[in-house]
DNA sequence: TTTTGTCT
């Protein structure tokens, strides 16, 4: 059906009926093939017997006949090839051949025989009497299993190839069209036809527009529920992604989702009518409305959680017995024997801090010794239960200390200091960050089985990520939070590390002493100013360690030039020279600095060797910054390294193109399509160079970045620096940065805390049933009556508290144990 | 209006 619809749309398809001979070419990954086909029929001419057939194909055996719809195509590389479109199984028609088919390596279980008989009773309509009327088969006397084999393969084979015909006539990549059907299996032609806004909640990478182009296309009206319904859940999504907030309020998604409806079809609609949408996600439990403050269902339910289990924790406290803790401060001399060092009081008080809490955070800036107190945490805790650091001897057990980051770099950082095995929290969890906008439930039975777990970086830990993490801490382990609250906040919403440190219940110890650096260091000295919201007065006056250079957007350029050419002539090397920059556009923007730094670091002579890739050269002795994670290569998202060389497949026509990148020792090949991969580092963002540090980091500020500025990116940037920092651009941008405190996220992290930890557990049941948070099952209708969201209090912003929590109450979001 | 993370 689907297809006569498509032929007739598209008079100029061409049609093709052939024999799949070899499958070329398959992606494991996603339905994209390439085939080669005898070819037996055609609308238009072919000189040869073959041809070669691409396209996105769910089943497709070889041997089997097909007819593919679609057009021909002159490949650059590979020449005149056909592409599909859409296709369909040419079903055998003919007896002999039905009985063919059916006996063949399609059915296991089904032999000459059994096939013989079955055509004997439908004849040549076999095939479509059985796809369309299974039920049929029970007449034949046939074993279960051989019924199950012939239906399953024949209309299991229906629904894919359907969808994926489908699925490819909606415009989706072969990507999309693999994830969408894995997805929704068997449902996905009724999802695509009745409820296309269920790729938007359901599929990562599908907005709203795209499922509502969908919707238009299957007559769904501008107004129907379920649009508006779409739109405005899409729209608390992404003001709460955009801004980091965990909630936003009413006006704003009100606004957010007029427009957003508006503009995907040109159909007015009353604000009425939207407002009255959003009561019923709030009725149906999709949002939770309290205090006038709009939430994802997902975002309100991580903050309880994380609040409740954190109280878990805290109720069963660390019981060392008695001897071990008196043995604690002799080990810990033993071990800065052993390890070479010499704690300091603030870092011996974190450290044996750490073994007598079941949850401790510790806090500081960069020098304050984190990784030294890790080292050391981890090798005191393993002399008190004496445990062996030697992965050889936990072949079978799990490792019982678990050192974790959120990004593979941070974890590949912490696997160096203290060389034991770190991994990212993701992979800890196994999250596959596959599907759909909340796919927090994944994985939600795993328990860790480890006895102490550190996880550093913490602010960059978001509020779903660390609910994730705490559900699988069983209140056996101890957990150790490790990071810097002044950096960046996290990317997906929340502040989840400051909010922790802001409730004075959790044991923390912030470390505010600089091992590292001399304590007349001038860049801690600004770092520390600029935390507390000063720019000091000598700020522009240059330092034995800094200095200041005003000019405007343009000048930006050549300032950087003339510094890199002095440091140049000065021997230093410019490995150790970073230039930073809070965004990529204008003028004095990252992708433009690149370009001016690679021709003046670098230049094109007339024998470089370069490749072109992504609008960007890549020549031998390049700085480049590495993307993703690649963990098979040990390098990762945000490490730099060096182009020490290129190999071009028009020199040598064996060879396909490739560069090799240096990564502090570690060479790793590149194949062209690799390259997107990297990106010139001359100058790289402040959010990448999180986490690594530089001797002279070079850093522009100008107004133009005004969006971009604030504390902590200032704070960030400026805390790269090791030994030198040069500071330039308008002095109002560092103003600017230092004014806008960025960490102030609007969330209810601290408030569940302080909630949840206010309440002793005796009376927390009762405390609970009297306030209004718990409505009682008896009064449930009198309460909701009374309770009920309408689209005037939306307007008038008096939405009272906790309205589509169906009852809900915090004890619920408690972690089972 | 801009930057940023993870996985198969």
């Given at each position: 059906m689907v297809n006569s619809q498509i032929q007739t749309e598209n008079s100029q398809q061409q049609i093709l009926i052939g024999k799949i001979?070899?499958?070329?070419?398959?992606?494991?990954?996603?339905f994209y093939k390439?085939l080669?086909v005898k070819l037996l029929e055609a609308d238009f001419t072919w000189?040869?017997?073959?041809i070669v057939v691409t396209g996105n194909f769910a089943n497709l055996s070889?041997?089997e006949k097909y007819r593919f719809f679609g057009h021909l195509f002159?490949?650059?590389?590979?020449?005149?090839q056909f592409q599909a479109e859409n296709y369909q199984t040419e079903l055998p028609t003919q007896t002999?051949e039905i009985?063919?088919y059916l006996?063949?390596?399609n059915?296991?279980?089904?032999?000459?025989?059994?096939?013989?008989?079955?055509v004997?009773?439908f004849g040549t309509a076999t095939l479509t009497k059985l796809q369309q009327d299974p039920a049929s088969?029970?007449?034949?006397?046939?074993?279960?299993?051989?019924?199950?084999?012939l239906i399953d393969n024949l209309t299991n084979t229906g629904d894919q190839q359907q969808a994926v015909i489908e699925l490819n006539r909606f415009g989706f990549g072969s990507?999309l069209t693999a994830?969408i059907y894995?997805?929704f299996q068997k449902e996905t032609l009724a999802v695509l036809h009745h409820q296309p806004?269920?790729l938007?909640?359901?599929?990562?990478?599908?907005?709203?527009?795209r499922a509502?182009r969908i919707a238009e296309q299957q007559q769904i009206?501008?107004?129907?529920?379920?649009?508006?319904?779409?739109?405005?859940?899409?729209?608390?999504?992404?003001?709460?992604?955009?801004?980091?907030?965990?909630?936003?309020?009413?006006?704003?998604?009100?606004?957010?989702?007029?427009?957003?409806?508006?503009?995907?079809?040109?159909?007015?609609?009353?604000?009425?009518?939207?407002?009255?949408?959003?009561?019923?996600?709030?009725?149906?439990?999709?949002?939770?409305?309290?205090?006038?403050?709009?939430?994802?269902?997902?975002?309100?339910?991580?903050?309880?959680?994380?609040?409740?289990?954190?109280?878990?924790?805290?109720?069963?406290?660390?019981?060392?017995?008695?001897?071990?803790?008196?043995?604690?401060?002799?080990?810990?001399?033993?071990?800065?024997?052993?390890?070479?060092?010499?704690?300091?009081?603030?870092?011996?008080?974190?450290?044996?801090?750490?073994?007598?809490?079941?949850?401790?955070?510790?806090?500081?800036?960069?020098?304050?010794?984190?990784?030294?107190?890790?080292?050391?945490?981890?090798?005191?805790?393993?002399?008190?239960?004496?445990?062996?650091?030697?992965?050889?001897?936990?072949?079978?057990?799990?490792?019982?200390?678990?050192?974790?980051?959120?990004?593979?770099?941070?974890?590949?950082?912490?696997?160096?200091?203290?060389?034991?095995?770190?991994?990212?929290?993701?992979?800890?969890?196994?999250?596959?960050?596959?599907?759909?906008?909340?796919?927090?439930?994944?994985?939600?039975?795993?328990?860790?089985?480890?006895?102490?777990?550190?996880?550093?970086?913490?602010?960059?830990?978001?509020?779903?990520?660390?609910?994730?993490?705490?559900?699988?801490?069983?209140?056996?382990?101890?957990?150790?939070?490790?990071?810097?609250?002044?950096?960046?906040?996290?990317?997906?919403?929340?502040?989840?590390?400051?909010?922790?440190?802001?409730?004075?219940?959790?044991?923390?110890?912030?470390?505010?002493?600089?091992?590292?650096?001399?304590?007349?260091?001038?860049?801690?000295?600004?770092?520390?100013?600029?935390?507390?919201?000063?720019?000091?007065?000598?700020?522009?006056?240059?330092?034995?360690?800094?200095?200041?250079?005003?000019?405007?957007?343009?000048?930006?350029?050549?300032?950087?030039?003339?510094?890199?050419?002095?440091?140049?002539?000065?021997?230093?090397?410019?490995?150790?020279?970073?230039?930073?920059?809070?965004?990529?556009?204008?003028?004095?923007?990252?992708?433009?600095?690149?370009?001016?730094?690679?021709?003046?670091?670098?230049?094109?002579?007339?024998?470089?060797?370069?490749?072109?890739?992504?609008?960007?050269?890549?020549?031998?002795?390049?700085?480049?910054?590495?993307?993703?994670?690649?963990?098979?290569?040990?390098?990762?998202?945000?490490?730099?390294?060096?182009?020490?060389?290129?190999?071009?497949?028009?020199?040598?026509?064996?060879?396909?193109?490739?560069?090799?990148?240096?990564?502090?020792?570690?060479?790793?090949?590149?194949?062209?399509?690799?390259?997107?991969?990297?990106?010139?580092?001359?100058?790289?963002?402040?959010?990448?160079?999180?986490?690594?540090?530089?001797?002279?980091?070079?850093?522009?500020?100008?107004?133009?970045?005004?969006?971009?500025?604030?504390?902590?990116?200032?704070?960030?940037?400026?805390?790269?620096?090791?030994?030198?920092?040069?500071?330039?651009?308008?002095?109002?941008?560092?103003?600017?940065?230092?004014?806008?405190?960025?960490?102030?996220?609007?969330?209810?992290?601290?408030?569940?805390?302080?909630?949840?930890?206010?309440?002793?557990?005796?009376?927390?049941?009762?405390?609970?049933?009297?306030?209004?948070?718990?409505?009682?099952?008896?009064?449930?209708?009198?309460?909701?009556?009374?309770?009920?969201?309408?689209?005037?209090?939306?307007?008038?912003?008096?939405?009272?508290?906790?309205?589509?929590?169906?009852?809900?109450?915090?004890?619920?979001?408690?972690?089972?144990?």
């Open positions: 001979q070899a499958i070329f070419f398959e992606n494991s990954d996603n390439v080669q000189p040869e017997e073959e070889e041997g002159e490949h650059p590389r590979y020449g005149k002999t009985v063919n006996a063949g390596e059915f296991p279980g089904i032999g000459q025989k059994t096939a013989e008989r079955i004997k009773v088969l029970s007449q034949l006397g046939l074993s279960k299993k051989q019924r199950q084999t990507q994830r894995e997805h806004y269920r938007a909640f359901e599929i990562n990478g599908i907005g709203f527009k509502d009206a501008a107004d129907d529920p379920q649009r508006l319904q779409a739109a405005l859940y899409q729209s608390v999504y992404d003001l709460c992604h955009n801004t980091g907030d965990t909630y936003t309020s009413a006006p704003s998604v009100m606004q957010q989702a007029m427009d957003l409806l508006l503009r995907s079809r040109r159909v007015t609609l009353s604000e009425k009518q939207v407002a009255d949408q959003l009561v019923t996600l709030a009725a149906d439990g999709k949002i939770v409305v309290e205090k006038r403050r709009i939430y994802l269902r997902h975002y309100y339910e991580a903050e309880w959680k994380i609040a409740e289990q954190i109280k878990t924790l805290l109720q069963r406290p660390v019981k060392l017995p008695e001897k071990k803790v008196q043995a604690i401060d002799k080990l810990l001399t033993e071990i800065a024997l052993q390890l070479k060092i010499t704690y300091g009081a603030e870092q011996l008080q974190a450290i044996k801090t750490a073994l007598k809490n079941r949850l401790l955070l510790i806090t500081g800036g960069p020098g304050t010794g984190k990784t030294t107190i890790i080292n050391g945490i981890v090798a005191l805790f393993a002399a008190v239960h004496d445990l062996s650091l030697d992965a050889n001897d936990y072949q079978t057990d799990e490792f019982p200390i678990v050192l974790a980051a959120p990004t593979g770099r941070a974890a590949k950082k912490m696997s160096e200091t203290t060389g034991l095995p770190a991994v990212t929290i993701h992979r800890l969890l196994g999250l596959n960050g596959s599907d759909g906008q909340d796919n927090y439930q994944a994985n939600e039975n795993l328990t860790l089985a480890s006895q102490l777990l550190i996880v550093d970086e913490m602010s960059m830990v978001d509020t779903s990520l660390f609910e994730r993490l705490l559900a699988a801490v069983p209140t056996s382990m101890q957990l150790i939070l490790v990071g810097d609250q002044d950096q960046l906040p996290s990317v997906g919403p929340g502040q989840v590390f400051a909010d922790l440190l802001a409730c004075e219940k959790l044991p923390q110890i912030r470390l505010e002493k600089i091992y590292r650096q001399k304590q007349s260091s001038t860049i801690i000295s600004l770092a520390h100013a600029i935390k507390k919201g000063i720019l000091p007065a000598d700020f522009t006056k240059n330092q034995f360690d800094r200095s200041f250079i005003a000019c405007s957007e343009h000048q930006v350029e050549s300032a950087i030039s003339q510094i890199i050419l002095y440091a140049q002539k000065k021997k230093l090397n410019l490995n150790d020279v970073q230039v930073l920059a809070p965004m990529y556009r204008g003028q004095a923007g990252i992708d433009h600095l690149n370009v001016i730094l690679q021709n003046l670091v670098n230049p094109k002579g007339t024998k470089t060797k370069e490749l072109v890739a992504n609008q960007q050269s890549f020549r031998i002795g390049d700085k480049v910054l590495h993307l993703v994670n690649s963990p098979e290569n040990n390098v990762f998202n945000g490490d730099i390294g060096q182009i020490v060389g290129i190999n071009l497949a028009q020199d040598n026509p064996q060879k396909p193109d490739q560069v090799i990148i240096d990564f502090d020792g570690n060479e790793v090949t590149y194949l062209r399509k690799d390259l997107t991969k990297i990106k010139l580092a001359y100058c790289v963002s402040i959010h990448k160079a999180q986490g690594s540090e530089f001797k002279l980091v070079i850093l522009p500020l100008v107004n133009m970045f005004h969006r971009m500025l604030n504390r902590n990116l200032l704070y960030t940037a400026i805390t790269r620096a090791k030994k030198m920092l040069i500071l330039l651009g308008q002095k109002e941008a560092f103003q600017t940065a230092v004014d806008h405190v960025s960490v102030n996220r609007k969330t209810s992290l601290l408030e569940r805390l302080s909630q949840a930890l206010r309440v002793k557990q005796s009376q927390q049941s009762i405390s609970l049933s009297q306030s209004s948070i718990n409505h009682g099952q008896t009064s449930i209708n009198e309460e909701t009556t009374k309770y009920i969201l309408t689209s005037q209090l939306i307007a008038n912003e008096e939405i009272d508290p906790l309205i589509g929590m169906n009852g809900l109450k915090p004890i619920d979001f408690k972690h089972k144990n």
